[in-house]
């Protein structure tokens, strides 16, 4: 009698123990969806990604995404792709929601060397680095330090994606160098291999 009486007890203890690790399993769950952010809506324009969401905005303030113009959020291709691969934000053609592979060919159309520019913008990304365009300065982005947002201080690198199997002379490295140079910024150069993994090769210059 004591025994069953024993049975019972161990088998009521093990059954709330067994509820009590579900509960804290599904309230982990919980908190967990509820942290993790909703994809905002964009829109394609052209050559350019637009959205006009608070969540939009949100994202520029934390993170630099984008630039704003005329309370919208303006995104490049490469960053549009990027916030779209990590399921920041949906993006539409009109009414037609975009998958990853749709805007990606899309986007290539507009801009053939998109993909060695995205692997490049997303492995700097990923390792904590503001990346943006840098057009005016003839390169094809700057680079803030860790912890540096644009307007709190000037970018540290002038980045120049290239494939590895491109061909690149004397002269044209001349060039880049003498954009960072002019600019006051350090050369980095991206190699990205049929991978799609990055090495960065970086050139720094010294007043005299």
Do not use: M, W
């Given at each position: 009698m004591v025994k069953k009486t024993i049975k019972k007890i161990k088998k009521?203890?093990?059954?709330?123990?067994?509820?009590?690790?579900?509960?804290?399993?599904?309230?982990?769950a919980k908190v967990k969806a509820k942290a993790k952010p909703k994809p905002f809506k964009a829109m394609l324009a052209g050559e350019r990604v637009v959205s006009s969401a608070k969540e939009s905005f949100d994202l520029y303030g934390k993170s630099r995404f984008g630039e704003t113009i005329e309370k919208k959020i303006y995104y490049s291709l490469v960053e549009a792709l990027?916030?779209?691969?990590?399921?920041?934000?949906?993006i539409f053609d009109n009414?037609?929601?975009?998958?990853?592979d749709a805007f990606l060919e899309k986007a290539r159309k507009l801009e053939p060397n998109l993909w060695t520019r995205f692997c490049v913008f997303r492995d700097m990304r990923n390792r904590g680095y503001i990346v943006k365009t840098a057009l005016k300065f003839g390169a094809?982005?700057?680079?803030?330090?860790?912890?540096?947002?644009?307007?709190?201080?000037?970018?540290k690198w002038i980045l120049f994606p290239v494939y590895e199997t491109s061909t690149l002379t004397w002269h044209e490295f001349s060039a880049k160098n003498r954009v960072a140079h002019s600019t006051?910024?350090?050369l980095l150069?991206?190699?990205?291999?049929?991978?799609?993994?990055?090495?960065?090769?970086?050139?720094e210059w010294t007043r005299p």
């Open positions: 009521k203890e093990g059954q709330k123990r067994v509820k009590k690790e579900k509960e804290k399993k599904a309230k982990k990027y916030l779209l691969e990590k399921k920041r934000l949906e009414k037609k929601k975009l998958s990853f094809d982005f700057r680079v803030y330090d860790r912890g540096v947002k644009p307007g709190e201080a000037h970018a006051r910024k350090n150069i991206a190699i990205v291999d049929d991978e799609s993994d990055v090495t960065y090769y970086v050139c």
